[in-house]
C-alpha cells in the first residue's frame, strides 16, 4: 500500500513540474497579441513547450506587432478591459468546448464571472424581426433573467437588443458576445444599452482587441463562442438564409466536442402564420432541428439548468 501511495505521489509531482515548465513556456498575453496582429497564431493552441517557445521567439522578432500589442493592451486597462488568455484560470472553461478553434485571448468589459455560470441562455434572431418576434425574444429574456439566469446575445439590432432590454427590464444580469474590439460599439445606437448592460452587472466579451471593427466574417465567428456558454439555445425570429443559422450550425458542430458533457439543445419559437421573416424557424422546426416554443409559453430551468418548457 505504501508503495502504490509513494508511486501515486510521485506521478502527481511530476505531473506538476510538467505543468509548470509548460506554464513557464506559454506565450505571454502581448506575445499572443503580437502574434494574432501578425497574423501567424497557430490554429492549435496550447502547443507543446518547443513549440511555445517556437511561438515566443515570433513574437519578440516582431517588434512593431509587440510594441503595437503593448500600447493596445495599455489602452484596455485603462479602459476597465481584462484581457485573459487561454492558458489562465479566468478563461472561460466552457471555451474548451471549441476544441481548435477556441480564442486564444479573450477581451471582457464588466462582470466575467458571468461566462463561467452553469445557467446561460442564448437567445437569437434577426436583426430584421418583426413585432411577433421582437416581442417573442423580450418575453423569453424577461422570464430567464427574472428568475437570476444569465441571457446571452450579441448586441445587434433587433431579436437581440430586444433579448438583452428584456433581460435588463426584468432586473437581470445579461451577456453581450460581440465581434469588434471593445472601444467599438456595434451598432453604435446600442452603446446606451451596452452601458446599462455593464451597469448592472452584466459583461461584454470580444476575441478582438481595440481598433478592430465588425465584419461579416467576425460576425459569424462570434456566434461559436455563444453557443458553447449555453445548453439551450433559443431562436426568436430569422429567415432562412439568416447569420442566426450559424448559430445553429456553431452547436450541432461543437456538441460532438462536448469535454463535460454539455450538449447545447435548440429552440425556435412557432408562430401561428409563416412568412419569410420566421421562414429560419419553420425550417428548423419542420426538420426536427430544433424543439418549439409556443409564444406566451412558460420558460424555466430545472436543477440541471436545462430549458424545460411549461
Not at 505504501?2 to 506565450?27: G, T
Not at 506575445?31 to 496550447?46: H, N, S, V
Not at 478582438?208 to 449555453?230: I, S, Y
Not at 448559430?247 to 429552440?267: L, T
Request: glycine residues 8%.
Amino acid at each position: 500500500m505504501n508503495e502504490r501511495v509513494n508511486k501515486m505521489n510521485e506521478l502527481q509531482e511530476q505531473h506538476k513540474k510538467r505543468m509548470a515548465e509548460w506554464l513557464a513556456s506559454v506565450p505571454h498575453v502581448d506575445e499572443l497579441l503580437a502574434l494574432q496582429l501578425q497574423g501567424t497564431i497557430p490554429k492549435q493552441m496550447p502547443g507543446d513547450v518547443q513549440t511555445n517557445g517556437y511561438l515566443r521567439e515570433i513574437a519578440q522578432k516582431s517588434r512593431r506587432e509587440l510594441d503595437k500589442a503593448r500600447y493596445i493592451l495599455e489602452r484596455q486597462a485603462k479602459a476597465g478591459v481584462e484581457t485573459i488568455p487561454y492558458y489562465a484560470d479566468e478563461y472561460p472553461r466552457h471555451f474548451c468546448g471549441l476544441g481548435n478553434d477556441a480564442p486564444p485571448l479573450i477581451h471582457v468589459l464588466g462582470n466575467r464571472e458571468l461566462l463561467n455560470r452553469e445557467d446561460n441562455v442564448i437567445i437569437i434572431g434577426s436583426r430584421a424581426a418583426d413585432r411577433d418576434g421582437l416581442a417573442a425574444a423580450s418575453r423569453m429574456a424577461e422570464q430567464i433573467g427574472g428568475a437570476g439566469h444569465v441571457v446571452i446575445s450579441g448586441l445587434a439590432e433587433g431579436c437581440d437588443t430586444a433579448a438583452h432590454r428584456g433581460c435588463l427590464d426584468a432586473g437581470g444580469q445579461t451577456v453581450a458576445i460581440v465581434a469588434s474590439g471593445l472601444d467599438i460599439v456595434y451598432p453604435k445606437s446600442n452603446k446606451a444599452l451596452q452601458d446599462e448592460i455593464l451597469a448592472n452587472g452584466g459583461a461584454v466579451l470580444s476575441e478582438h482587441p481595440f481598433g478592430v471593427k465588425a465584419n461579416p466574417t467576425r460576425l459569424v465567428a462570434r456566434c461559436r463562442m455563444q453557443v458553447v456558454l449555453t445548453q439551450s439555445v433559443i431562436v426568436a425570429q430569422c429567415p432562412v438564409v439568416s447569420g442566426t443559422m450559424y448559430a445553429v450550425h456553431f452547436a450541432q458542430e461543437y456538441n460532438e466536442y462536448s469535454y463535460d458533457g454539455w450538449e447545447s439543445s435548440i429552440y425556435a419559437v412557432s408562430f401561428a402564420e409563416w412568412n419569410e421573416r420566421n421562414s429560419g424557424n419553420e425550417y428548423l422546426l419542420d426538420s426536427g432541428r430544433a424543439v418549439p416554443i409556443i409564444p406566451g409559453q412558460r420558460l424555466a430551468l430545472d436543477d440541471c439548468n436545462m430549458l424545460v418548457l411549461e
